[in-house]
């Protein structure tokens, strides 16, 4: 289930992204580190009502940031429309949660979500060495619109069309 973070979850979800990027370290995706997502990106998300956490009976198994704000690099990219969109950010579940689905089920709430606040479409970037990520955006429907490239490398750019 996903549900909107409140400051009573920080240190949960700190700790998610903490076993988070030592997973993806030890299997040898150089997609995070220290300096991004930080802590302070989490104090952000959590004041501002951007994070949301997703639940597996009562623990948080997953988090995503969502909000309307993103890279100038995306003024780059040839979307396929200008109407309002939703943009997430810093998707992860934690390593005992991957592996079962509940991406796929996240992404679903998320554009649920966007369609009941009237978002017209959907926007974000994964970084390219990422397959995983990278295979369920594209079984889900989400379009590559093209590249930018950030501190770790390349990402490509998603969006889907909420109908």
Not at 130 to 155: C, E, H, M, P
């Amino acid at each position: 289930m996903l549900q909107q973070l409140h400051h009573t979850h920080h240190k949960e979800a700190t700790l998610l992204f903490t076993a988070v990027v030592q997973h993806m370290q030890a299997t040898g995706l150089d997609q995070w580190d220290s300096i991004y997502p930080a802590a302070t990106h989490i104090t952000e998300d959590i004041s501002l009502g951007h994070a949301y956490g997703y639940f597996v009976n009562n623990l948080l198994a997953g988090y995503v940031a969502l909000n309307e704000i993103y890279s100038d690099e995306y003024n780059n990219i040839p979307w396929k429309t200008q109407a309002p969109f939703l943009v997430v950010h810093r998707l992860a579940f934690a390593p005992k949660f991957q592996g079962q689905g509940l991406g796929k089920k996240c992404m679903l709430a998320i554009e649920t979500l966007a369609k009941t606040k009237d978002y017209k479409a959907i926007r974000f970037d994964t970084f390219i060495p990422n397959i995983s990520a990278n295979n369920l955006y594209i079984n889900l429907g989400y379009q590559n619109k093209g590249t930018v490239t950030f501190r770790k490398g390349q990402f490509y750019c998603y969006e889907k069309i909420l109908v």
